[in-house]
């Protein structure tokens, strides 16, 4: 990872995460091409991807981390300013992009002679639903777009990795029943399941956030003593999060939240105990990001393709950005905002919505189901779009719909 990062800092000049997972396929094509030649090499790297066990590895461990570290520097007041907008985003929108991607992609199965039942490819809305915004933020830097709509963008991203966890483990519980029609019990069951993950995760979040503020005050004098405290809070919180079975993911970005404001870490910089967590958070997130958009690319060890699945996987990206679009475009056009036109700002959030490694962690995670390998072929198709293609245009989309 340092090789290629120091290659694009030369050379490239690409967005760190994006070159990242470009290297990260290039190499996987060029050992492809040598695995006849050096088949001993070959099986290590194969070895390497497969025993890091990739949906654990992000799901468990970098997730959580790279949730609290956006959270830890996210201001509440700017977020309450768009949190109609959030929620939207993050719920009605999650809700409907699930629907409208599992329904399209269903029928587009069916039309292609593709056994793909439409529970699995309801999962599969669930999966593909949540965006990841490391790459389109760090590039919509450079262009001068409004505090309000890089909140949008910021703040959608933080909620809807963990809603979308709850909506795919909602999907799933239905998936798997014998006889998965919807009714009373069924309701029931994914209510309770929505509120125990859900709402649980976000008050055992805020009951963890000013544990942790508490713990890093007192520690102030003191300053790595406070950096390990919000280490500790971070995987202690996760781990007793995991034990309740509520959402670990929504719990870690309340917490985050309340951390980094309480303490104020973005204007307090001048204290040293808040300057070293600023520090160290903001150079694990860049590392963490940086390992999982390498084990992106390198996750292509781990996919047999099939010829129709991937005409599937091609047109799967115009029906996820289309249920994209309707999703933000009908939660969007019921409030009241001051920015840009709502087809703009639908249209950016739209292109900007990346998907990463949270949908081909959950992909990964039913490899070993009925429907398991198409699931994860159309996954790694459309993530690979979505970075290489809207990640290095959105840019381009930026300059074009919105004034200088």
Known sequence: MSLFSFINYKFLKLPNTIALMMMSLISVFILISIQDIFPEVYRFFCDLVIHSNFDKLIMDSLLIFLLFAGALHVNIKDLKHERWSV?????????????????????????????????????FGALISPTDPIAVLAILKKYDISKSLKMKIEGESLFNDGVGVVVFSAMLLIAQLKHPEINAEVGQEVGLLFLEEAIGGLVFGALIGFIGYYSIKATQDNPHLAVMMSIAI??????????????????????????????????????????????????????????????????????????????????????VLFSRFFSVFLPYSFLRHKEYSTFKTSAILTWGGLRGGISLALAFSLSDSTYGNIIVQITFIIVIFAILVQGLSIGKLVEKLLPS
Do not use: R
């Open 234 to 319: 971070v995987v202690s919180g996760y781990a007793v999060a995991s034990l309740l079975h509520i959402s670990g993911p929504l719990a870690m970005v309340v917490a985050g939240l309340i951390i980094g404001n309480k303490l104020d870490i973005n204007h307090h910089k001048h204290k040293i105990y808040t300057s070293q967590l600023n520090n160290f958070w903001e150079i694990l997130d860049e590392i963490l990001n940086g390992v999982l958009f390498v084990l992106i690319g390198l996750s292509l060890h781990l996919i047999t393709f099939d010829n129709t699945v991937i005409i599937l996987g091609l047109i799967a990206i115009m029906l």
């Open 87 to 123: 929620l939207l985003f993050a719920s009605l929108g999650v809700l409907i992009s699930t629907s409208l991607v599992g329904s399209l992609v269903y029928f587009t199965a069916q039309l292609l002679g593709i056994d793909f039942a439409f529970t699995y490819a309801s999962v």
